[in-house]
Every structure is written in C-alpha cells, then in structure tokens.
C-alpha cells in the first residue's frame, strides 16, 4: 500500500484538522482578552489598531518563508501532517529532520521510492515526541519567566526593558549565527537583510514615520532572499 494514500487520507485531514482548529481558537481567546485588557489599561484604539497593523505585516516575512519550505515537507508527509505539524511548530527543518530520523530508523530514506507505512508512522512519532520538550517548558515555566526576567534585572524597574531587549537581540543572534558562518547563499541572506534593516533604522530616526515601523522587516527579509537567490 502507498503510504502517501494514508498520509492524504481523510480521516488524517480529519483528526489534524481539528488540532489546527485548537490553535485557531486559542488565537482567538488571546485576541479577545487582549482587547479586554487593553480597555482595563486605558490604550486607545488607535494604539491597538497599530499594534495589530504592525503584528501582522511583520509575520508576512515568516510565513511566506513556512510556506516555501511546507513544500518539501508534504511531498515526503502529506498533507495533513505537514499543515498540522506547522501549524503548532513552525519550523520545516525541524520537522524535516526528525522525519528523516524517523525514516532512517525504519531503515528508508525519508519520500524515497522505499518509503512506507511504517516510516510514516514512524516519522509522525519523531516528529511529536522531539517538540515535548518545548511544550513542556512553556507550560511550566511561562509564568515563571517575568520573575526571572526581574532577577535579571536585579530588582531595577528600570533595566526591565534593557533586559527584555537584550533578550531579544539574543534570540535573534542565536537563529542568525549559523547562516553568517555558512559562507553561502544563507550568509548573504542574512547580512543584506541586516543591513537593509540597519538602513531602515537610521533613515527612521527621528522621522518616526509608521510604515516603517510596521514593514521594515518584512521588506528586510524579502530583500536578503531575492539578493541570495539573485547572486
């Protein structure tokens, strides 16, 4: 039996739709208690539309990039799995990896012409089971975190936002570092897109002007794409 009639089949359509329809209803309990706190606090609309404005053209760039990797993904898992599994994850070569160990293990080559049911299955498991963790550290430690984050910031009010920012940059180093080092066509990405991003910056300063606030880095990021695939 084609493991790809399982992996298409409706039951799978089925079950995986009903966990991207959690999410959907977890986004929509966030945003409807975030606009109730937002009137607790006193922000104003005007506040709120930019704040979702400027969400939502910063999370173009991202998604874009899930959905050119989703490709390579469903053509090994299908497309239940792979609509499911980036809905929760977000992350093709996460997904791709532990699918190809999931493969592997099974003795097969992950979409290869030996592929079968049983690596299928077996790349599904890898695939849950390798993002536990993730999940069990946000469900234990999410509310922790602002008490560290004010550790860190030894008690100052004041350095709170220094320290969140520097998180931040952090963050953003630590998903970056590996593509400067690559010496490829990911290293020109990433630097023409900070750089584009440096010059947005500068160019804003004092202008203030919201469109660039809002799509500077989706237009960052698109930039150091079509630069890498160009040269």
Same mark, same amino acid.
């Given at each position: 039996?084609?493991?790809?009639?399982?992996?298409?089949s409706?039951?799978?359509?089925?079950?995986?739709?009903?966990?991207?329809?959690?999410?959907?209803?977890?986004?929509a309990?966030?945003?409807? =208690?975030?606009?109730?706190?937002?009137? /607790?606090?006193?922000?104003?609309?005007?506040q709120?539309?930019?704040?979702? /404005?400027?969400?939502?053209?910063a999370?173009?760039?991202?998604?874009?990039?899930?959905?050119?990797?989703?490709?390579?993904?469903?053509?090994?898992?299908?497309?239940?799995?792979?609509?499911?599994?980036?809905?929760?994850?977000?992350?093709?070569?996460?997904?791709?990896?532990?699918?190809?160990?999931?493969a592997?293990?099974?003795?097969?080559?992950?979409?290869?012409?030996?592929?079968?049911?049983?690596?299928?299955?077996?790349?599904?498991?890898?695939?849950?089971?390798?993002?536990?963790?993730?999940?069990?550290?946000?469900?234990?430690?999410?509310? =922790?975190?602002d008490?560290?984050r004010?550790?860190?910031?030894?008690? =100052? =009010?004041?350095?709170?936002?220094?320290?969140?920012?520097?998180?931040?940059?952090?963050?953003?180093?630590?998903?970056?570092?590996?593509?400067?080092f690559?010496?490829?066509?990911?290293?020109?990405?990433?630097?023409?897109?900070?750089?584009?991003?440096?010059?947005?910056?500068?160019?804003? /300063?004092? /202008?203030e002007?919201?469109?660039?606030?809002?799509?500077?880095?989706?237009?960052?990021?698109?930039?150091?794409?079509?630069?890498?695939?160009?040269?």
């Open positions: 039996m084609d493991y790809l009639q399982v992996a298409n409706p039951l799978l359509w089925i079950a995986c739709g009903l966990c991207v329809g959690l999410v959907l209803f977890q986004s309990l966030f945003v409807r =208690k975030s606009l109730a706190m937002s009137r /607790k606090l006193d922000i104003n609309d005007s709120v539309k930019s704040a979702v /404005k400027s969400s939502v053209t999370s173009i760039g991202p998604s874009l990039a899930i959905l050119a990797g989703m490709v390579s993904l469903l053509v090994a898992m299908g497309g239940p799995i792979s609509w499911f599994r980036l809905s929760y994850i977000g992350s093709v070569a996460f997904e791709l990896m532990a699918a190809g160990f999931g592997e293990a099974s003795g097969v080559t992950l979409g290869g012409p030996d592929m079968n049911v049983t690596a299928f299955a077996a790349g599904v498991w890898v695939m849950t089971l390798g993002s536990i963790g993730w999940v069990l550290f946000t469900a234990l430690a999410t509310h =922790k975190l008490k560290f004010y550790v860190l910031a030894g008690g =100052k =009010k004041a350095l709170l936002p220094i320290v969140s920012a520097g998180a931040m940059c952090g963050a953003f180093a630590y998903l970056s570092i590996d593509r400067i690559r010496f490829d066509n990911q290293t020109t990405a990433a630097l023409v897109g900070f750089g584009v991003m440096v010059a947005f910056m500068r160019y804003n /300063k004092g /202008k002007k919201q469109w660039i606030k809002e799509w500077a880095l989706t237009i960052s990021m698109f930039i150091g794409m079509i630069v890498s695939v160009i040269f």
